[in-house]
């Protein structure tokens, strides 16, 4: 009787454990299913903006990070979540020029740290509600509560950006879109 008590409890404790790890393959931290890869120099431009999204003692600022060319020189754009401040980076240095970068699905990504001690964040700047419910790459997310969460024009959706992308108003659904980002000081690098 004891052998069968304590196969039983070995098969619930499986069950229990395979359930827990299939509940976070299905909420993965980091997305794969659109591309982005990007990697910056932030000591090789004068970018003082971008600086101030990645310092880790200055959590809750981030920059939206977009690249397209502005009179036929490659450009990042970088805008704060502040609404006032924003500066354009022409990229010269054959490296750079050379490299290619996707930046997720609609080419512009939120990058900062959270105010909430959460780490470093890189988030896509598209809905991921309403690519899935309507394949819409065309609605991106704007600031909203003094840039501190993401608003969508389509759905209403508020995001927000220090407690890791989760809704805070609207329907529910899905959270932002993630990237993995590291910053060494020097070098920033967004990819999945």
């Known amino acids: 009787m004891l052998k069968i008590v304590l196969f039983l409890k070995a098969v619930i404790l499986s069950a229990a454990v395979t359930l827990l790890l299939s509940g976070c393959e299905a909420d993965n931290e980091y997305n794969i299913s659109y ?5 910056f120099d932030t000591q090789l431009h004068n970018t003082t903006l971008l600086r101030n999204a990645l ?5 809750g600022i981030y920059a939206l990070v977009s690249c397209a060319p502005v009179g036929g020189v490659r450009t ?3 805008e704060l979540n502040d609404g006032k401040n924003a500066e354009d980076i022409a990229i010269t240095t054959a490296r750079e020029n050379y490299t290619t970068w996707v930046l997720g699905t609609n080419n512009a990504i939120i990058v900062g ?3 909430l001690g959460n780490g470093l964040y890189a988030f896509d700047r598209q809905c991921p509600n309403c690519i899935a ?5 065309k ?3 704007v600031w909203a509560n003094n840039g501190q969460w993401l608003q969508c024009g389509k759905c209403h959706r508020k995001y927000d950006l220090n407690n890791n992308g989760y809704i805070v108003e609207g329907d529910k659904g ?6 993995r980002a590291n910053y060494d000081g020097a070098m920033l690098s967004v990819f999945n």
């Open 139 to 141: 609605y991106p997310l």
């Open 113 to 115: 740290y959270s105010s």
């Open 76 to 78: 990042v754009h970088v």
């Open 35 to 39: 591309q982005c890869r990007f990697t």
């Open 55 to 59: 310092n880790p003692m200055a959590p």
């Open 174 to 179: 899905s959270k932002l879109i993630r990237y």
């Open 133 to 137: 419910d309507y394949n819409l790459y």
